[in-house]
């Protein structure tokens, strides 16, 4: 029986060799990449069963990255590998498409289930979590504007390069847009967001996971 295929996503290369060591026994490791940009693109060319992905990633987070893969592939699983034992961080990863939320620091002895889980159509997560409380704060989100609806893609994305602390023109030349577009881009999200500060959207990325602190 053909072994499920798998990619990684982490831009910490000792995470991606430890998942490496536990799960190359039962999976065939097909990529791996560093940044939620980068992870896009292999799952595109890929097409792997699985991914195992960080939340926190630079240029664009493991959440966003799962919504932009989402436009291409239904069938992937997606398994978030993050610190965050936050309950709307769980509830943000599984409402983009995710499959199952496990913290780093119980990896070893979670990650292999939850992949099990995913590949029998069910969510894992991760039992420090009550998924209880995850399901009901997901449902809460589906009945209100979220951060889906009030932004687009593309200003995301920009979000999450100021929270990083990225200029005007690093931000141009990552996203291959003009400055002015970024400025146009930054004016548009604290417009729709109603803040007034670059201190209020860094506050505003990092509260609703979009960036790490």
Do not use: W
Request: no cysteine; aromatic share 4%.
């Amino acid at each position: 029986m053909k072994s499920p295929r798998v990619l990684l996503a982490d831009d910490h290369a000792i995470v991606i060799e430890g998942l490496r060591r536990v799960l190359e026994p039962d999976f065939e490791i097909v990529g791996e990449a560093a940044d939620g940009h980068a992870l896009v693109a292999a799952a595109e060319r890929l097409r792997p069963d699985i991914i195992v992905a960080d939340i926190s990633m630079p240029l664009l987070n493991g959440i966003e990255a799962t919504r932009q893969i989402r436009k291409f592939s239904r069938k992937v699983r997606i398994i978030f590998l993050t610190m965050h034992p936050d309950v709307t961080y769980a509830s943000e990863a599984l409402s983009a498409g995710g499959s199952g939320y496990v913290l780093k620091s119980s990896a070893g002895a979670e990650i292999l289930e939850a992949i099990r889980e995913a590949l029998s159509g069910r969510i894992y997560v991760t039992p420090s979590i009550d998924r209880a409380v995850v399901q009901a704060q997901m449902e809460r989100a589906g009945r209100r504007d979220n951060l889906q609806s009030e932004l687009t893609p593309r200003q995301r994305e920009v979000l999450q390069l100021i929270a990083e602390g990225r200029s005007s023109k690093q931000m141009a030349e990552i996203l291959h847009v003009s400055p002015r577009t970024v400025e146009f881009h930054k004016y548009r999200i604290m417009k729709a967001l109603a803040l007034r500060t670059t201190a209020e959207l860094v506050h505003y990325a990092i509260k609703r996971g979009i960036a790490s602190a």
